[in-house]
């Protein structure tokens, strides 16, 4: 069945470092490819998608290229700022129109420290 | 806009209790799918409602059923309550965009279920 596997956290790192989150797939047919980011007591939020090749998805200085010779959808930013600290996941979806479920990774707890 | 909202946001039951928790969707939305999220794992599918009915179902008991209503709100039942379905119940909610696609799912802020 469809997997979604991404690197083991936790990840630190410093105010204004880059940051690099891998995420590999496995899948049939042509996913759309999703990265959301859940802060401490909420709920989770689209950060960014991509729903073909090559297609980059870019939000708040975030970006990801779905990269479908490897398999991947790396999460990168490359500055990261305190008010990123979160739990990032990696995510694909296959179906059209509204008849597709969400198939998630583990995550992955980021912490920026200042 | 509320957004998707959840009630109650945390519950505790004993083993062998029913539970229902309850999803309203974000206005002009009329799927609604529900996961749940264990301590440190990524939301896993349990099912998805659109017009009354479930559209789809991810790999969960017939212990887990579910309802939407008219107005598209929806429920999740758990019957006969373990220790292992203790965790994080997220409603997700989408519906046609301004181009005539479903294309995103918004999340509720959860219900944390807690079986002792």
């Known amino acids: 069945g469809d997997s979604v596997t991404q690197m083991e956290g936790p990840v630190t790192l410093s105010e204004e470092a880059f940051l690099t989150i891998n995420c590999t797939y496995t899948?049939?047919?042509?996913?759309?490819l999703f990265w959301y980011v859940q802060y401490p007591g909420e709920g989770l939020q689209l950060l960014l998608k991509?729903?073909?090749?090559?297609d980059k998805g870019s939000n708040k200085g975030f970006e990801a290229t779905y990269r479908k010779e490897t398999t991947s959808f790396h999460l990168e930013k490359g500055s990261v700022q305190v008010s990123d600290s979160a739990v990032y996941f990696c995510?694909?979806?296959?179906?059209?129109?509204?008849?597709?479920?969400?198939?998630f990774g583990k995550g992955t707890l980021l912490t920026v420290n200042p | 806009d509320a957004g998707v909202t959840q009630s109650p946001t945390h519950l505790i039951k004993t083993r062998g209790q029913q539970v229902t928790l309850r999803c309203s969707p974000k206005?002009?939305?009329?799927?609604v799918s529900w996961y749940q999220q264990a301590l440190g794992q990524g939301p896993q599918f349990i099912f998805q409602?659109?017009?009354?009915?479930?559209?789809q179902r991810g790999n969960f008991p017939d212990r887990f059923s579910g309802h939407q209503f008219p107005n598209y709100s929806s429920e999740l039942n758990v019957n006969a309550l373990l220790l292992g379905d203790s965790a994080l119940y997220l409603c997700?909610?989408?519906?046609?965009?301004?181009?005539?696609?479903?294309?995103?799912?918004?999340f509720g802020p959860g219900t944390r279920l807690t079986v002792l």
């Open positions: 995510a694909l979806s296959k179906g059209g129109g509204s008849n597709y479920k969400l198939t």
């Open positions: 899948a049939t047919g042509y996913p759309s």
């Open positions: 991509a729903t073909k090749a090559d």
């Open positions: 206005s002009g939305h009329d799927t």
């Open positions: 409602y659109y017009e009354e009915e479930e559209r």
């Open positions: 997700a909610s989408e519906g046609l965009g301004a181009a005539g696609s479903y294309n995103e799912q918004f």
